[in-house]
């Protein structure tokens, strides 16, 4: 089987190549490289290209056609929600734009089968501690908007010409399921805070008045090698022939708090970790954990890792880097 996995070169992408490959696939990487390392992608097949970029399309499906791929997995886009807030056009144009391109080009060539990388952000702020699929999505800034707007064009597409679509709706990404695929882009939190630690500066926490037990926000912290074997589950279920849902929470039901995470990095390596207290971040919900009830039952995935070994993981790359930190 042969799958095209843009921004496979990226953290999660990475993992996701990497497990294809381990299991025998064929991969065709296609990748900007503006955040991955081409490094990271082992035996697969690189095509250096922004999906969102004029052309892009009749390009993905040149390689869709050469390549014979069978399915495609779609992480390529845009993701913080601060820079979101700041060039929400930039975001429409990454997100959405690139999106369009890999399912037109998937039209063209005759690819009936996408998985979705979707974000928790779909939800926004919602009034439930734990979320479930059917809850209404309202996002609160461009990032989330982007992510549902893609879900709807994947929806759109398979009633317009069959796309086989499944979108991963999936919570806040930490750790390493092997120590050279480390988290390399200082975008998530963890490795922001250890960057800073290793520069010698203090972590900065973004609020510490919101409403939750520690003022810290509260998210739903899932091991990025447990969200690969997801997608990996995806891909089954795209080839059974009834499909009830289109869209999944990837998470574990448990949520960790800002505070908790730090006081967590800092019991795994051994350092000290005291942040500077920022005003909170515009976009930010006080609290996101998802249910994962609809994927345990219908993928039968569930996640395996807690808080602690995600944690250890992403310490041990992150030391196993060349940016190691001396405790």
Same mark, same amino acid.
């Given at each position: 089987?042969?799958? +095209?996995? #843009? *921004?496979? &070169?990226?953290? %999660? @992408? !990475?993992?996701?190549?990497?497990? =294809?490959?381990?299991?025998?696939?064929?991969?065709?990487?296609?990748?900007? +490289?503006? #955040? *991955?390392? &081409?490094?990271? %992608? @082992? !035996?697969?097949?690189?095509?250096? =290209?922004?999906?969102?970029?004029?052309?892009?399309?009749?390009?993905?499906?040149?390689?869709?056609?050469?390549?014979?791929?069978?399915?495609?997995?779609?992480?390529?886009?845009?993701?913080?929600?601060?820079?979101?807030?700041?060039?929400?056009?930039?975001?429409?144009?990454?997100?959405?734009?690139?999106?369009?391109?890999?399912?037109?080009?998937?039209?063209?060539?005759?690819?009936?089968?996408?998985?979705?990388?979707?974000?928790?952000?779909?939800?926004?702020?919602?009034?439930?501690?734990?979320?479930?699929?059917?809850?209404?999505?309202?996002?609160?800034?461009?990032?989330?908007?982007?992510?549902?707007?893609?879900?709807?064009?994947?929806?759109?597409?398979?009633?317009?010409?069959?796309?086989?679509?499944?979108?991963?709706?999936?919570?806040?990404?930490?750790?390493?399921?092997?120590?050279?695929?480390?988290?390399?882009?200082?975008?998530?939190?963890?490795?922001?805070?250890?960057?800073?630690?290793?520069?010698?500066?203090?972590?900065?926490?973004?609020?510490?008045?919101?409403?939750?037990?520690?003022?810290?926000?509260?998210?739903?912290?899932?091991?990025?090698?447990?969200?690969?074997?997801?997608?990996?589950?995806?891909?089954?279920?795209?080839?059974?022939?009834?499909?009830?849902?289109?869209?999944?929470?990837?998470?574990?039901?448990?949520?960790?708090?800002?505070?908790?995470?730090?006081?967590?990095?800092?019991?795994?390596?051994?350092?000290?970790?005291?942040?500077?207290?920022?005003?909170?971040?515009?976009?930010?919900?006080?609290?996101?954990?998802?249910?994962?009830?609809?994927?345990?039952?219908?993928?039968?995935?569930?996640?395996?890792?807690?808080?602690?070994?995600?944690?250890?993981?992403?310490?041990?790359?992150?030391?196993?880097?060349?940016?190691?930190?001396?405790?």
């Amino acid at each position: 089987m042969t799958i +095209l996995v #843009t *921004g496979g &070169a990226g953290y %999660i @992408g !990475a993992h996701v190549v990497r497990l =294809l490959l381990d299991r025998g696939d064929k991969v065709v990487v296609v990748d900007d +490289l503006s #955040t *991955g390392e &081409a490094s990271r %992608i @082992g !035996a697969a097949t690189l095509i250096e =290209l922004d999906v969102a970029a004029p052309g892009a399309q009749e390009a993905i499906a040149a390689a869709l056609r050469e390549h014979e791929v069978e399915a495609v997995i779609h992480f390529a886009a845009r993701k913080q929600v601060g820079e979101s807030m700041a060039r929400p056009t930039y975001y429409y144009q990454q997100n959405v734009t690139g999106l369009a391109n890999v399912i037109g080009a998937m039209e063209d060539a005759g690819v009936d089968k996408l998985v979705f990388s979707s974000s928790a952000a779909t939800y926004g702020m919602p009034s439930v501690s734990v979320v479930e699929e059917k809850l209404h999505a309202e996002p609160i800034n461009p990032y989330g908007e982007t992510k549902l707007i893609g879900e709807w064009l994947g929806r759109a597409a398979s009633h317009a010409w069959g796309l086989r679509f499944v979108a991963l709706r999936y919570f806040n990404v930490a750790g390493s399921g092997w120590d050279d695929l480390g988290d390399p882009a200082v975008l998530n939190l963890v490795p922001m805070v250890l960057d800073r630690i290793e520069r010698g500066e203090q972590p900065r926490l973004f609020g510490d008045d919101y409403p939750t037990p520690d003022g810290t926000c509260i998210r739903d912290y899932i091991h990025v090698l447990d969200l690969a074997k997801a997608h990996i589950a995806a891909l089954s279920y795209l080839a059974t022939p009834t499909r009830p849902f289109d869209v999944f929470n990837v998470g574990t039901g448990t949520g960790s708090s800002v505070r908790e995470v730090l006081d967590g990095l800092a019991r795994v390596s051994g350092l000290t970790i005291e942040a500077i207290i920022e005003p909170r971040r515009a976009g930010d919900p006080p609290q996101l954990v998802g249910s994962p009830e609809r994927i345990n039952e219908v993928f039968g995935w569930r996640a395996e890792a807690g808080l602690d070994e995600i944690l250890q993981s992403a310490w041990d790359a992150w030391q196993a880097g060349p940016r190691r930190i001396t405790v």
